[in-house]
């Protein structure tokens, strides 16, 4: 049986090998930001967004555009894009060599750049529109060319740049010779969001952004093309205007 203590230093070993793990403190503080960022906030506000269109206890479709999704979505993706920009400026200056530290610095610079044009891009989404809205015209309701290319660049730049950033961070850690348990720790993060991907997407919760506002209704502009992304569902539901009314009843709750 392996002695407790000797268990315990090898977690604290760093990947290496080695007898000490040194670091300064401003690569630390880097490290820790981006990690928080890009390897916590993105990816749970990336799931939330596919996922959760859909709240647990929402009467889908007679109850429509549940907003729970959209803010926590917007809030975590601006949050880690503010706090991963914080997170540059310690080591600017830094001079790490090797290869790691290569590829560490390179998809670093990638998936900050991402995440500020993906800020900057969804503020040019369009209108909204629907019965929700005094006019029924609106970029996303009517599904316009506009509104078309923004879903199409936005959810694959996104998913991208999350997957980016899983490379980056375990560049990062082996770059900072990090010890194990940081790097087992990151990675059964890691595996509980995949696993929890896998499950909901296999439960069908990728629901159409449109469908999840508006409704199932076969005549709604939305509803005649072909959804957006990847693995993204739409489900059959009644035909007519009992759509309609309820999304002008829920924008009015």
Same mark, same amino acid.
């Given at each position: 049986?392996? !002695? ?27 490290? !820790? ?41 917007? $809030? ?9 920009s ?13 290869p ?16 500020? @044009? ?7 989404r ?17 599904? $316009? ?6 879903? !199409? ?5 996104? @998913? ?6 899983v ?13 194990? @348990?940081?790097?087992?720790?990151i990675?059964? @993060? ?39 992304g ?19 009843e829920?924008?009015?709750?």
């Open positions: 049986m392996a !002695r407790p203590d000797l268990m315990f230093e090898w977690w604290l070993t760093p990947l290496s090998g080695a007898t000490s793990h040194d670091i300064a403190a401003p690569v630390a503080w880097h490290a !820790r930001l981006m990690v928080l960022a890009w390897g916590v906030m993105i990816p749970a506000g990336a799931l939330w967004a596919r996922f959760w269109k859909v709240a647990p206890g929402q009467n889908w479709p007679h109850e429509l555009d549940d907003k729970r999704w959209w803010h926590a979505h917007r $809030t975590l993706q601006i949050s880690g894009v503010a706090l991963a914080l997170a540059v400026a310690p080591v600017i200056a830094a001079a790490s060599t090797g790691a530290a290569e590829i560490h610095r390179t998809l670093g610079w990638l998936i900050v750049a991402a995440g500020a @044009w993906q800020v900057a891009h969804g503020l040019g369009g209108s909204k529109g629907g019965p929700t809205e005094p006019t029924m015209r609106g970029d996303h309701y009517d599904m $316009t060319l506009r509104r078309v290319v923004f879903e !199409r660049v936005h959810k694959a730049l996104g @998913w991208i740049a999350v997957i980016t950033a490379a980056a961070i375990a560049s990062g850690l082996i770059a900072a010779d990090a010890p194990r @348990w940081m790097a087992a720790t990675g059964a @993060w890691w595996l509980l969001l995949g696993t929890a991907f896998v499950r909901w997407q296999r439960a069908g919760r990728a629901l159409d952004t449109y469908q999840a506002i508006w409704g199932p209704d076969p005549a709604l502009p939305g509803n005649r093309r072909a959804p957006i990847w693995g993204v569902v739409r489900r059959a539901g009644p035909a007519g205007p009992a759509r309609a009314c309820a999304g002008r829920e924008g009015r709750a």
